[in-house]
């Protein structure tokens, strides 16, 4: 690869970098060619770019990005290929699925949202992460409850009921 080859791709992943809030690291050297094409599979239908890189463009074109990148340097050493995702999770879950048949790829680390979780330990950790729809969804459903509530014990009690209620409160208040 020449300087300008390096130039351009060095360009290229600054800018996918710089785009992407989700990508992991991991270690391909213990897959064959038929299984690291199986796991390129695996990644695409998932719409995960994977993309084995040299160490030294990563680290030239996260710098050239800036930004709290400090915990990832020390994970670029053997070979490093690269998950980008638009879903903190997915790259994780898509690891493990993989690893059920025997296959171990070695998660290095992930970048998620400007923190880094270094090490292979933290798969399961990763792959219990809620997307960023999920946790909207949880907390909209947290807010409707009370309200949901309210309505259905009045939908639930007699009109005779209210109407004492009412009565009863407008006596105490006079």
Do not use: W
């Not at 400007?114 to 999920?134: H, I, P, R, T, Y």
């Amino acid at each position: 690869m020449d300087k300008n080859q390096k130039t351009q791709q060095i360009a290229e992943l600054k800018e996918k970098f710089s785009t992407t809030q989700y990508f992991y690291l991991c270690n391909p050297e213990t897959l064959t060619v038929e299984k690291t094409n199986k796991f390129r599979r695996l990644c695409f239908n998932a719409g995960i770019e994977y993309r084995v890189l040299k160490n030294t463009l990563i680290r030239k074109a996260l710098e050239e990005v800036g930004g709290s990148y400090d915990g990832i340097y020390p994970l670029l050493h053997g070979q490093t290929g690269v998950m980008f995702s638009t879903d903190g999770a997915l790259p994780a879950k898509i690891l493990k699925e993989f690893r059920k048949d025997g296959d171990k790829p070695v998660l290095k680390g992930a970048y998620i949202d400007s923190d880094v979780f270094a090490g292979d330990n933290q798969l399961e950790v990763l792959a219990k992460l809620k997307s960023k729809k999920e946790l909207i969804g949880e907390i909209v459903g947290l807010l409707q409850s009370p309200a949901r509530n309210v309505i259905s014990g009045l939908q639930n009690s007699s009109g005779q009921k209210i109407a004492a209620l009412l009565k009863s409160l407008e006596e105490r208040g006079a």
